[in-house]
């Protein structure tokens, strides 16, 4: 038996747990002492409204402590944490809040991003409107001290009790907290597929295949202490959020940011690593590129002697910018590219502090990770693109999909390719000195700056304008990253001009996030389908990236990828 927060809380002494900031804001300090206290409050608190093991507890919330409290609440008792960023739109966080009737939602009011507050509450009331069974609604305010004090109740979105503020859970004695020992496999997170087929599929992650995979990938494959400060630049919605968190079973100080990563400057992030210094830095292959591109020399402008590693995930991580960083920011530090994702909520493959780093690759195969590369031919293959395959169980596989009593889903999700044998949608190369590389997705899902983007997710928004008759989305290889166009068929009397192209975008905007947003939006005259209506969005995206398309005899109406052909000198620019 085991608890999955007892094992984050385990060091009790008068160390940093948690650093915050955000723009404009003043930095926050807990140290694990005021944490575990701030816990034992707000599980006491959820318990006495009746929270109990197996319950869902959901958080629309921003990258603050309170998140974490609440988390590290939820899951003492046993009930199941999951949680959407504040960015996301109503229906995308319906689409996922409504199969697991959270009975506890907690919600960050404002969140902060490019030098601008954005107000959350008419979001929050919509939320709550429409998912079921929701007891209470904590409300989390901008800025925090963790005093009690209640806040001015005229803020509150309704007159009525569902409504509290986060700081009504501290105002109870409780200094200790009751672990519920659970089962191995006991379900602590809800994560989310990207929603390409449909409604995101609810991932439901077991507690201790989830402590023991970060415990080897923060201690044995990244070399966190106690001594380290480590910080991933994520949200809420991301599952380096859940990965960055289990760094406190460590005894590391986690740096927790919420804001845009250029604002008031591109800078902004390298001075943070000064200013706390940081020794562990996570990141993405598109700030690097962004870093590159502005000229920047952060070794220079910075004081990094702190700073051991550098984590980067989302897309692969190219030669260049492998260059950069050791030119630019430091000559002696662990340059990381790291894969895996939300549905192992972990690493297939990372960093090893002990071996070579070779410019675009990742350094190794992750400890206990059956991990292979498969041809067409369904064999082990060295040096030559594959199939990223798990030929062997591991610790943190999924334990079930939420709603999926007979497993159907999880069987497709995975096993359906290959059978007993997980097959997880990249194309990869295992090169002849154990690192590897990869090229990307070999499935339709859109990952722009290596956020996972369902395609039904926006056609969803889309499809529900009358001016849209039809469409569809891939993802164009851009800049070293992955940028979304949208091809619209129209209804009959409407154009493409600017006007509706602005509604488009803000209405994907407003309904699902700032990152499902296209980069741009093109009128075809028809859509390519399968024999049996599904639209050919693999086949699409091979054309507008120049690639072979192939079995064009499944299509319904092969000759319309002909327009699509003609509109490349369109998608260079």
Known sequence: KLNFAENLLRHKNDSIAIISSRENAPTVRLTYNQLYILVAKCAHGLKQLGVKEGDRVAGFVA????AVIAMLATTSIGAIWSSCSPDFGVQAVLDRFRQIEPKIIFASEEYSYNGKVIDCKKKIEKIVDKVSGVLR????????DFSGIEKDERHLLKKTKKYLYINELFRNSSTEIEFKQLNFDHPVYIMYSSG?????????????????QHFKELFLHTNITSDDTITYYTTCGWMMWNWLISSL???????????????????????????????????????????????????????????????????PLPEKSFVWIYQNV????QLSSISGGTDIISCF???NPVLPVFPGEIQCRGLGMKVDAFDEKEKSVIGKKGELVCTEGFPSMPVFFWNDSDGKKYKSAYFDYYPDVWRHGDYIEITESGGVIVYGRSDATLNPGGVRIGTAEIYRVVESMEEVKDSIVVGQKWQNDIRIILFVVLSERYVLDDVLIKEIKNKIKNLTS????????????EIPRT?????????????????????????????????????????SE
């Open 349 to 351: 493959m990372l960093g």
């Open 137 to 144: 609604v904590f409300l989390i305010p901008r800025f925090n």
């Open 531 to 571: 024999l049996n209506g599904k639209k050919v969005e693999i086949a699409l995206t091979r054309l507008i990236n120049e690639e072979y398309v192939e079995n064009l005899d499944v299509l319904a109406n092969p000759e319309s990828l002909k327009q699509f052909k003609k509109m490349l000198p369109l998608l």
């Open 330 to 333: 430091k000559s002696d530090l």
């Open 249 to 315: 079973m460590l005894g590391a100080s986690i740096y927790l940011y919420e804001g845009s990563p250029v604002y008031p400057d591109i800078r902004v992030l390298w001075q943070m690593i000064e200013k706390e210094k940081i020794t562990v830095f996570g990141t993405s292959p598109k700030y690097i590129k962004f870093c590159e591109d502005s000229n920047i020399n952060p070794g220079k402008e910075f004081d990094l002697s702190s700073l051991k590693t550098i984590l980067s995930t989302g897309s």
């Open 63 to 66: 990258n603050t402590p309170e």
């Open 196 to 212: 390409t087929t449909g409604v995101p599929k609810c991932i439901v992650h077991g507690a201790g295949g989830t402590l023991l």
């Open 514 to 525: 700032p990152r499902h947003v296209p980069a741009k939006i093109i009128q075809a005259d």
